[in-house]
């Protein structure tokens, strides 16, 4: 079992900039392929970023320069930078763990967090 909780989702200006954590435990998460997606209202979930355990990042088109994926072994943690904010990134970022198919495909990820809202105002 992996547990994972995101934080540090919040109200920001667009240009601004944001990081997201997920702290996991149960398994070490440099073992496992991690995810980002988000939801917007009224869409359906979409990828954001992965990083697998062979340390390769994968990006969505959308967030791709903007948006930074990076892991802390030692406090087991995930992180997502994201600068360049546009309203558009405005949603509710999940983390997901132990990806066992394409990353790109939340049906790939066997554990999710329960997500934390970023709101970008323009």
């Known amino acids: 079992q992996v547990q994972l909780v995101e934080s540090g989702g919040r109200l920001v200006q667009a240009g601004g900039s944001l990081r997201l954590s997920c702290a996991a435990s149960?398994?070490?998460?440099?073992?496992?392929?991690m995810g980002w997606f988000r939801q917007a209202p009224g869409k359906e979930r979409e990828f954001v970023v992965a990083?697998?355990?062979?340390?390769?990042?994968v990006y969505a088109d959308s967030v791709k320069g903007r948006f930074t994926i990076s892991g802390d072994n030692a406090k087991n943690t995930l992180y997502l930078q994201m600068n360049s904010l546009k309203p558009e990134d405005t949603a509710v970022y999940y983390c997901?763990?132990?990806?066992?198919?394409?990353?790109?495909?939340?049906?790939?990820?066997?554990?999710w967090g329960q997500g934390t809202q970023v709101t970008v105002s323009s």
């Open positions: 997901a763990a132990n990806a066992l198919g394409p990353v790109r495909a939340g049906n790939a990820y066997n554990y």
């Open positions: 149960g398994r070490t998460f440099s073992r496992l392929t």
């Open positions: 990083l697998t355990s062979g340390g390769t990042t």
